[in-house]
């Protein structure tokens, strides 16, 4: 009889371990998941779209201009600047960066590959977006920023935290409300958050 009591302890004790390996885990992603969706119910979602520079690989450019996106009385200029001879630089791509979704969509900028004659530089606004307003600053009205986020957890609680794999750029986030950005293909780094888009119509 003693011997019976004491197998039935080391099974409730061995099946008590088991449902612990298995419900800990669970209630540690369920405690992640619930943090995650906070600030979600809570924080209101942004309203500014976001511009971003994307470079792609370095290489001996055919270009003989060196590009610098600003924001001057709320146009976004293009200032072009002559490169260095026979050097490796990388392509910029400018991107707005649908803010709820984290969508890109890359502007065409149709820049020239040289400087005009005599000129030591040259500064064009960027057409594609010249209707819209642009609002230079890191942050947004609405208090949303950019951040980097070059790593990523392994699985559902990297998704959950916006944290970034291959071909995310960053996030746009505030008071835990993380929208992370993808990048359409091919891979790309070097990003630089340049200015934030007014809605349109805000006008």
Known sequence: MDQQKTSDAFRLRD?????AAVALPLAVVALFLLAAA???????PPAYDLLVRADGAYRQAASQVVVTFRVRDGRLEAALLPGAPN???AEPSLFAVDSRTGEAREIPLNL??????????QTIV???????RVLDGPRAPDGYNFEHRYSRGPGLIGDVFGMSGQGAAGAIVKDGRVVPIELP???RYAVEAIGWLEPEGSR
């Not at 906070?38 to 209101?44: D, G, H, M, Q, Y």
């Open 15 to 19: 099946s008590a371990f088991l449902i």
């Open 112 to 121: 020239p590959s040289t400087l005009p004659p005599g000129a030591s530089s």
């Open 126 to 132: 960027v057409a594609a977006i010249a209707g819209r």
């Open 87 to 89: 050097a490796y630089q």
């Open 38 to 44: 906070i600030p979600r119910w809570t924080v209101a």
């Open 185 to 187: 293909p091919p891979h």
